[in-house]
């Protein structure tokens, strides 16, 4: 991933999201102060997006580690959980792969813990908000809305995707299925 993605994707649409999230809290605040929820669709639409953006983008960065470490597991709790549920690694990849590149437009695919079933999910989001599957604890994320990929890889998000898998942060997904598992 090239370093004016990453300057761009962080401090500019990252930065945004955070930005738009603090300022719908304050217009919600105000609004109560005031008894006026005329703009309540309006604002709980910017904080599903914004929040979303800022939570899945957090966990975006976290996401993704130095190509030296980014090697696949064959034990522990993650390796056994997607056996389970997925089939194999491999059979795991090609789903997450397939998410991400059918997402509509601008979205993500996403890896979650779905706790009332305790098991692993591979869900897409369209935006950051949409098809959420409530409960869902995400655990590992890749986003493909354009800005994350355009610079290096043009309109070829299929190139990208398979790309990412280098530098795919394993086990930093491992600790926070533990995590989640735990709660
Ligand atoms: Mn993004």
């Given at each position: 991933m090239d370093e004016a993605t990453v300057r761009l994707h962080h401090g500019k649409h990252h930065a945004?999201?955070?930005?738009?999230?603090?300022?719908?809290?304050?217009?919600?605040?105000?609004?109560?102060?005031?008894?006026?929820?005329?703009?309540?669709?309006?604002?709980?639409?910017?904080?599903?997006?914004?929040?979303?953006?800022?939570?899945?983008h957090?966990?975006f960065w976290?996401s993704m580690?130095?190509?030296?470490?980014?090697?696949?597991?064959?034990?522990?709790?993650?390796?056994?959980?997607?056996?389970?549920?997925?089939?194999?690694?491999?059979?795991?990849?090609?789903?997450?792969?397939?998410?991400?590149?059918?997402?509509?437009?601008?979205?993500?695919?996403?890896?979650?813990?779905?706790?009332?079933?305790?098991?692993?999910?591979?869900?897409?989001?369209?935006?950051?908000?949409?098809?959420?599957?409530?409960?869902?604890?995400?655990?590992?994320?890749?986003d493909?809305?354009?800005h994350a990929y355009y610079i290096s890889?043009?309109?070829?998000?299929?190139?990208?995707?398979?790309?990412w898998?280098?530098i795919?942060?394993?086990?930093?997904?491992?600790?926070?299925?533990?995590?989640?598992?735990?709660?």
């Amino acid at each position: 991933m090239d370093e004016a993605t990453v300057r761009l994707h962080h401090g500019k649409h990252h930065a945004a999201y955070v930005n738009g999230l603090n300022a719908s809290l304050e217009k919600l605040s105000g609004a109560r102060q005031k008894g006026d929820f005329s703009a309540i669709r309006a604002l709980s639409l910017a904080v599903a997006f914004h929040g979303s953006g800022h939570i899945l983008h957090s966990l975006f960065w976290e996401s993704m580690c130095e190509k030296e470490r980014g090697v696949e597991p064959k034990s522990g709790a993650l390796f056994e959980a997607i056996v389970r549920d997925f089939g194999s690694i491999e059979s795991f990849k090609k789903q997450f792969s397939e998410a991400a590149k059918t997402v509509e437009g601008s979205g993500w695919a996403i890896l979650a813990y779905e706790p009332a079933g305790g098991r692993l999910l591979i869900l897409q989001a369209e935006n950051h908000q949409k098809q959420a599957f409530q409960g869902a604890t995400p655990i590992l994320c890749l986003d493909v809305w354009e800005h994350a990929y355009y610079i290096s890889y043009k309109s070829d998000r299929g190139k990208y995707v398979e790309s990412w898998w280098n530098i795919c942060n394993w086990r930093g997904a491992e600790e926070r299925l533990n995590v989640a598992m735990k709660r």
